[in-house]
């Protein structure tokens, strides 16, 4: 694993995911920074307290597997 030039996919289940706030490995974890969060509710002056992420950066993934690792509900899973 982990070439960089294997065409390697990310898949996230949100179902899964129990939200970056309470865990966030995935986020901390990536060395190539593929996750991003976002806010559930974006009302303005209000402050948020449900995060939901997304690999956004897919391309960078490399198909290390550090984040299926420390993924304890088994959202994360690799699609090569
Ligand atoms: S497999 Fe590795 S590079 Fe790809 S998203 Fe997970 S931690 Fe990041
Ligand atoms: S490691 Fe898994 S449960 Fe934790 S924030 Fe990432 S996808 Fe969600």
Redesign the pocket.
């Known amino acids: 694993m982990g070439g960089g030039s294997e065409m390697v996919e990310i898949r996230?289940d949100k179902e899964?995911?129990?939200?970056?706030l309470r865990?966030?490995?995935?986020?901390r974890r990536c060395p190539q920074a593929v996750?991003r969060s976002y806010p559930e509710n974006r009302r303005r002056g209000e402050i948020c307290d449900e995060w939901y992420?997304a690999p956004t950066y897919q391309v960078l993934c490399t198909g290390c597997g550090i984040?299926i690792e420390?993924?304890?509900?088994g959202?994360?899973s690799l699609i090569c």
């Open positions: 996230f899964k995911c129990i939200g970056a865990c966030g490995e995935c986020l996750f992420l984040c420390h993924c304890k509900p959202a994360l």
